[in-house]
């Protein structure tokens, strides 16, 4: 079954506590992005990545690392959490990047105290 | 930087009643996605609008494409409690999605 596997669906943490939210897909897609869902706020993108190797910014980074070693794999690393950084997280992949189809992982709700 | 503003933010509606979100974009969008999130669930992609003034309906859902790629529609025709969720719309860039606020339906039975 074609899908994006989050892990850990749920998570409460201190702040400062580094901690990885683990992201794969059995697609084979090029094209994989992190994004965060804020009441009010919509989902904003924090990491993208385009393909092995190959990741950039999007429009909330700060406090954010990723890396796509393989493909199947794109982890989002929390340094150093803060309370600011409570949200529900959203894993997400397509073929490639522009004109296709997303499929979201089921995501990570974190709280950050 | 680009923005994609939605409205409304919440929408109740009585089950039957028709309803409508709109999606503006600061910026001309090559392509626009719609997608559906049912509460307590992950976003489900629903259709893709790619011309201008494009129209393309799935059943009780229209969907539309502005004129000038700015600017879109979701009108659902006499809701029912199934259509419950956040329907958010996307523009894509290069490599990046800008996703709108989102619209909050409820559908009171």
């Not at chain 1, 929390?78 to 990047?97: D, G, H």
């Not at chain 2, 933010?9 to 409508?20: A, M, P, R």
């Not at chain 2, 001309?28 to 669930?41: A, D, E, F, V």
Request: aromatic share 12%.
């Amino acid at each position: 079954e074609a899908q994006v596997t989050q892990n850990p669906r749920y998570l409460i943490t201190v702040t400062g506590k580094k901690l990885t939210v683990t992201c794969s897909q059995n697609m084979n897609h090029e094209y994989m992005s992190w994004y965060r869902q804020d009441p009010g706020l919509g989902l904003r993108q924090i990491y993208y990545s385009m393909n092995v190797e190959v990741t950039d910014k999007g429009d909330v980074p700060e406090g954010y690392k990723v890396s796509r070693k393989e493909k199947r794999n794109f982890p989002l690393i929390l340094e150093s959490p803060s309370p600011n950084q409570t949200s529900l997280y959203f894993c997400a992949s397509s073929l490639r990047a522009g004109k296709n189809i997303q499929y979201f992982g089921a995501g990570t709700r974190l709280s950050v105290l | 930087g680009q923005q994609v503003m939605q409205i409304p933010q919440y929408q109740h509606v009585q089950e039957g009643e028709d309803f409508t979100t709109y999606c503006n974009s600061s910026t001309t969008l090559s392509n626009i996605q719609w997608y559906k999130q049912r509460p307590g669930g992950h976003p489900v992609f629903l259709i893709q609008l790619v011309k201008s003034g494009e129209v393309k309906k799935q059943k009780r859902l229209t969907f539309q494409f502005g004129e000038a790629k700015k600017n879109s529609s979701l009108h659902i025709t006499a809701t029912q409690t199934t259509d419950v969720g956040t329907y958010f719309c996307a523009g894509s860039g290069t490599y990046k999605y800008i996703f709108g606020t989102g619209t909050r339906l409820k559908v009171l039975a």
